[in-house]
Structure formats: C-alpha cells, structure tokens
C-alpha cells in the first residue's frame, strides 16, 4: 500500500524535485569556475548601457526631475561624459574579467560606482545605477576569482590602442554630435561636424554651437573620449614590464642534462630548446615542459622532457603557472603516450592533429618500384654536376659555417623564422656541434654569375634525436638549383647515416594525413571525402597535402601526433595560435614583437659572425 501511494504522489508532482534543484542553482549562482565568464558578460552589458545613457539625450522622470533642478547644470554635464568613459571601459575591461584578472577586477570595482553616479545624475535611471551597484557587491564577494596575474607586456599593445581607440572614439564624438541634431543652431554640413569633432577629441571648442547648454554636454564628451584614447595609450605603453617568455641560459643547460637522459624518448625533444620559449620544471627537476605564450595560449609541443615517472609533476607545475595568469592551457604534437598522461593528470581531451613521418636507416633503400622516382631524380641532379656533403656542425670549419648561415638567412621564404614545434631557430650555435649539416655543392658553370654563397645550393639542419637519431629542423635552397635538392639531401643524409651513428630519422609532420589518405582509397564514406576536400582546398594556402606527399615519398613509418586542449569551443582559438606560433599567420610588423634574441637582421648578423668566432677560436 505504501508503495502505491508514493508513486501517486510522484506522478502528481513528477517534477517538483528538479524545480526545486534549479531554483537553488539560480539561488546560488554559478559555479566558482563559471564566475569570471559571467561577470565580463554582465560587464560589458552595463558599459554598453552606460555609454547609450550618455551619448542618447537624456529624457527626465517627473519624481527624480527636481534632483536637477538643485544640482548645477556642470554636473550633469560631466556626468555624461563620465557615463561614457565608464561604458568604453567597461567594454575593454570585459575580456580580462572573463580571463579572471586581478587588475581588470581592481578597475572594474573602482568604475562600477562611478558609472552608478553617472547613470543617476545624467539619465536618472534607477535601473542603470542599480545593476552596476549590484554588480559592484557581486565583485567584492567573488574576489577569489579573480586572481589571474597580468601578461607579458607587449610594446605593439600601445600602437594597436591608439589606432583602434582613435578611431572609437572619433565614431562614437561623430554620434554625440549627431543625436542632438534638434539642438544645434542652424544646419552645418557633414564636413563641419567632422571637424567639430576632430577638434573636440583634442580639447578644443568647435564651430558648431547649440542651445539650451549642449555644448558643454557635447565638449565634455568628445575631451573625455579624446583624454581616454591618450590615457589608455600612455598606461599600456608605459606600464611595467612583465617578463616575456625566454630560455635562460640556465633553464637550457637543466634540458640539456636531461636530454642527455631521455632524449630518445621524443624525436621533438631537442625542440625545447629554442630560446623564445620558456621551461617550468617539476619538483624534483627531472621533468620539464617547455611552452610559449601565444594570444593567451599557453602552448606547450611534444612530450615533457625527462624521466616518464616525473612528468606528472612539470604537467601540474605548467597547469599551476596557466591558472594563474589565466593562459589557455595546450599542447602541439604530443605522442600517443604523452597525451595519455596529459589527459589522464589534468583531464584535458586529446585530438589527433596528424602523423610523424619516420625513416628508419636500416630499412631504407633506393632499390624497389616504390622508390623509383626518387631515384631517377637524384641520379638526374647528380649527372647535372651536384655533389653533397653530410657533417656534424663542428666538423665545419669557420667559412663553411658562415656560409652555410648566410645563405639560410637568405634564402628564407619569410622575413622571420617559421616553425615551434619542429624548428630550432639556429645554425651553428657552439652548443650544438653535435647537429648535423647536409649540403649540396656545384661548380658554377662557364658564363654564369658567382654566387654569393660560393658553390653552396642547397642545405638541409639535423638536431640530435637522443644518442642515434636526428630529426629534420630546416631545408632552404637556393631557388636557381635544379628542383630535387631536398630529395637529393635526404637521400645523401640516410646514406651517411650509418657512418654518423644514425639510425632513424624524423621528418615532418603531415597534417591530417590520415583524412587525406582514407579519402582517396575506393568506397571511402562521404564524411572523409568532404574532410579530404576540405583540407586539399586548404592546401592552396598551407603545406597540407604536399606536406604529406613530400614525406611518404620516402616510405616512412607514421607516428601519431596529437593536440591536447581543454574544451571544444577552445579549438579555434589554439589553432590560430598554432598557426602564429608555426609563422603561418602574420600579425603586422607594428603589430607584434620581434623575439628577444632576433631584435633585427643586423642582430642576426652580428650573432651569426660571433657564432663564427667562437667556433673560429674553438
């Protein structure tokens, strides 16, 4: 009996639990991890709505109009101007409320009560002034959330500000200007409210006049829109410097001591050592992860350096430091099983973002069908006259070193090095004498210009892979040589590489090579066709298809690689900091910082001739 009558009362009230439940989540409020994503939101929210109060010409409620009749005139006028620098900043401050930053939390409580004042003196909206009170309280209670410690300063910041706010703040005077049409005296053309306005944002007092005290209402907004862009301009130009990401030498010779251990482990691992990322190390300094900050992603490649049973200890270290500043924690080109351990320590998910192409020395070989046009294209280049040469970095001596420098430096495609998670950014540092250099030479033919490079046509850069490998870290070539110089380099390096005491080689990566290679085999589904078409149109931009036809000329074993990241919705943002990081993307010259060690080609220069002398001296 009993139980009949409980499931009559559930069936008579079958939802009263769950309403209750959501009534104590509103109740309650968002998780603590929801909090900062909330408050950016309800932030900008209350900007847009105070720079609406001050640019719209106010209308008066008949119970609050006697509260301007006692006030003077100036303070309702400052008022809209201050409701609209509020609102401007508040919008600016959104982003770095939803990354959880202390200073964007310290600026917004200082803000909200002014923009509160605002909104009751100009406006005399109650709604207004009460949802940015509220949102004051709601800050001071939730301060713990914010804790997000400030980003390496970044000189363009000050440049993209300016330009950017100028431009804002001209649109938004042109706004003021033109929403209190009705008030101004006469009818002056577009081109003199322009430059009422231009004048304006400099301080100064227009042609355009208007009655019943506009303009002051109008002067005071276009100057404080004007004092704003300057104000933020100085403070993002002249506020402290945070360090920037960067190797310390320190930091470099613990990686190499435990490269030394475990470089084997991760054809990537030498990788870490470019000198624009920076390294946390775990506890007990066996482990490392090494990492770059790009766009507020903290970007790690490969595995963790160092033993397997410490690497627990640098992924939380790194996660720790990605918390604190509110970075976007990922990884680029992760193994199988270092993304294993990267999901099961920190609960991340794991996408496989393409396959490793690796030669072994022993298996390889010119002879079959299958290598058939790369060997009829090496022994072509060859009866052409080229010769190639396959050394360790100290076994050139001072002017085959710095020509092999020079004519990388020149034959790069970019103004700046590409490449993060399988480029080393150098050549011939005195640290890496154990790198490999494969060349290929010819004699310049009767009739033909001397090339600055001697006869040097093409070069390829081989970083150790533990005590017998070496992986593939740059190919450059002069684009007068005959076409094949990479294939005959290759060629010439696994053919030398018995007498170097290689046995296996990394290539490169092939970007989704697997969609590629499913989709071209017969009664692939419609899903991997559509993939397959996708990444080929892809390819008109980027290395993708030929990437992969590149490599599988040379019947390499594949390797997995994956992306480590913490929400889908995170994914776009990481793969357009990818493609910064790899130089695929370029932000402007004025709108991004050289590396600290590459200030500029005569920089460059200057490091390479050292380079030269100390392996000179050497």
């Known amino acids: 009996m009993s139980v009949r009558v409980d499931a009559k009362k559930s069936d008579e009230v079958p939802s009263g639990p769950k309403w209750l439940s959501v009534l104590a989540r509103i109740v309650k409020g968002p998780k603590p991890e929801n909090v900062p994503a909330v408050v950016g939101t309800v932030g900008a929210f209350i900007g847009l709505a105070d720079i609406a109060a001050g640019v719209i010409p106010r209308f008066r409620w008949s119970r609050v109009h006697a509260l301007s009749e006692v ?48 909104q009751a003196l100009y406006r005399h909206s109650h709604i207004g002034a009460v949802l940015s009170l509220l949102l004051f309280v709601y800050l001071l209670r939730h301060r713990k959330s914010f804790l997000a410690l400030p980003d390496p300063r970044s000189r363009w910041k000050a440049l993209a500000n300016f330009i950017l706010m100028g431009g804002a703040s001209f649109g938004l005077g042109w706004v003021i200007v033109g929403s209190h049409a009705d008030k101004m005296v006469g ?5 003199e409210q322009i430059e009422h306005v231009i004048w304006g944002l400099f301080g100064f007092e227009g042609s355009i006049r208007y009655t019943d005290h506009v303009d002051y209402t109008v002067g005071y907004s276009l100057g404080a829109l004007g004092l704003l862009t300057v104000a933020t301009t100085a403070y993002l130009a002249f506020r402290p410097a945070y360090p920037a990401a960067v190797l310390t030498e320190e930091d470099e010779d613990r990686l190499r001591e435990l490269l030394a251990k475990h470089g084997e482990r991760d054809s990537l691992g030498h990788f870490a050592l470019r000198r624009d990322k920076s390294v946390v190390f775990s506890p ?70 393409g396959d490793e192409a690796i030669v072994d020395v022993a298996d390889f070989s010119l002879s079959g069908r299958s290598m058939r046009n790369v060997r009829q294209m090496v022994k072509r280049i060859e009866r052409n006259g080229y010769t190639t040469k396959v050394r360790r970095v100290g076994d050139l001596n001072a002017e085959e070193l710095e020509a092999v420098q020079k004519a990388a430096n020149a034959w790069r495609d970019t103004e700046d090095e590409r490449g993060f998670s399988m480029a080393l950014g150098r050549i011939g540092d005195p640290k890496d004498l154990d790198a490999i250099i494969a060349t290929a030479h010819k004699d310049p033919e009767e009739g033909e210009e001397p090339s600055p490079f001697g006869d040097l046509k093409a070069m390829q850069h081989y970083v150790p892979w533990g005590k017998d490998g070496s992986s593939l870290e740059l190919m450059r070539r002069d684009r007068s040589a005959d076409p094949g110089m990479n294939e005959l380099l290759i060629v010439a390096f696994l053919q030398a590489a018995p007498d170097l005491d290689v046995k296996r080689m ?34 008109r931009w980027f290395q993708i298809e030929s990437l992969y036809k590149f490599n599988e000329k040379f019947r390499p074993r594949w390797e997995p690689r994956f992306v480590v990241f913490p929400n889908s919705r995170d994914l776009p943002r990481i793969g357009f900091a990818m493609m910064q990081a790899e130089g695929f993307l370029e932000l402007p010259r004025l709108m991004r910082r050289r590396p600290a060690h590459l200030k500029s080609v005569d920089q460059a220069d200057d490091a390479l001739e050292a380079q030269a002398e100390v392996t000179r001296a050497a």
């Open 71 to 118: 006030l003077p005139g100036s303070v309702t006028q400052l008022a809209a101007a201050g409701s609209i620098i509020v609102g401007i900043l508040l919008l600016m401050l959104a982003h770095g409320l939803k990354r959880a930053k202390q200073q964007a939390w310290l600026a917004a409580v200082i803000l909200l009560p002014i923009g509160a004042a605002a």
């Open 187 to 191: 009818d002056p053309p577009v081109i």
């Open 284 to 353: 007990s300094g066996k482990a490392a992860v090494s990492y770059r900050v790009v766009s507020g992603v903290m970007l790690a490649s490969g595995d963790p350096i160092g033993d397997v049973e410490a690497w627990p200890g640098a992924i939380e270290q790194f996660m720790e430091l990605a918390k604190r500043h509110s970075w976007t924690p990922a990884v680029a080109g992760c193994s199988e099983t270092g993304g294993e351990v990267w999901a099961r320590e920190t609960g991340l998910d794991a996408l496989e973002m």
């Open 506 to 539: 990394s290539l490169n990566f092939a970007f989704f090579r697997s969609a590629l290679e499913r989709g071209s085999k017969l009664g692939a589904g419609p899903v991997v066709r559509v993939q397959r078409t996708a990444l080929i149109f892809l390819s």
